[in-house]
């Protein structure tokens, strides 16, 4: 597996406080993502990464933020948590063949349940 | 924009007997791949069937298969001899080769009864 690892793995935090989803590679791949699951919506795009320091909007970016400092980690920032950001959380990594231009999907992490009351 | 639409928000199924989970997608683009993703009650995304649009062999794995109708857009997921451990979320998936990312449907709940 691609060794891919979120943390934590639940979280509960109050409205209006600063949250932080960590996400961790070991095979130096390239794009990483974030997602959110919610039921009835399936999986929804936040932010995603294609280098260090590169990053791009999701559909669904509104009130996060993103970091990659390291090819190794993604950080998902929620600012001021909302209950509206409650929901289960993904990290995943894309298995790809930049040379012929194949894709194979992604690998995900665990995912992170996040509450916010 | 890409779409993928999974019409069947639950579905069940004897163990032991066949069914199908439907999926639509919507694109402009000649190139793309599309997958299938089981989602057991542990949370953890599993990577089931991978279909690369120019091929016209639909794909299998063991006990699953496509039905790959590029004119009609349509990608089928047919589980053969249901076990109760395929009791799980389905979700299919697009990527077009210009794209970065993935777009999911919204999921199949499919439970498997005894």
């Known amino acids: 597996d691609a060794g891919i690892t979120q943390s934590p793995r639940h979280k509960v935090t109050e409205t209006g406080t600063p949250v932080t989803l960590r996400c961790h590679q070991t095979?130096?791949?390239?794009?990483m993502y974030w997602y959110r699951q919610d039921p009835g919506h399936g999986l929804r795009l936040i932010h995603y990464s294609y280098g260090v320091k590169d990053t791009d909007k999701g559909e669904v970016s509104d009130g996060y933020s993103v970091s990659r400092s390291k090819t190794e980690d993604f950080l998902l920032t929620l600012e001021s948590a909302t209950s509206s950001q409650t929901s289960v959380y993904f990290c995943?990594?894309?298995?790809?063949?930049f040379g012929t231009g194949e894709t194979y999907g992604y690998t995900f992490g665990s995912g992170t349940r996040l509450t916010v009351v | 924009a890409q779409t993928v639409t999974q019409s069947q928000p639950e579905m069940s199924v004897q163990e032991a007997e066949t069914v199908t989970l439907s999926c639509t997608y919507d694109t402009s683009e000649n190139n793309y791949y599309l997958f299938w993703y089981k989602q057991p009650p542990s949370r953890q995304m599993i990577l089931v069937i991978r279909q690369e649009a120019y091929k016209q062999q639909n794909a299998t794995e063991n006990r699953f298969s496509v039905n790959f109708q590029k004119a009609a857009k349509s990608f089928s997921l047919k589980i053969s001899d249901s076990q109760l451990g395929d009791t799980a979320m389905y979700f299919c998936?697009?990527?077009?080769?210009?794209?970065?990312?993935?777009?999911f449907g919204s999921g199949t709940q499919l439970t498997v009864l005894p």
């Open positions: 995943a990594i894309s298995r790809a063949n």
């Open positions: 998936a697009f990527k077009s080769g210009s794209a970065r990312q993935l777009t």
């Open positions: 095979e130096n791949h390239r794009y």
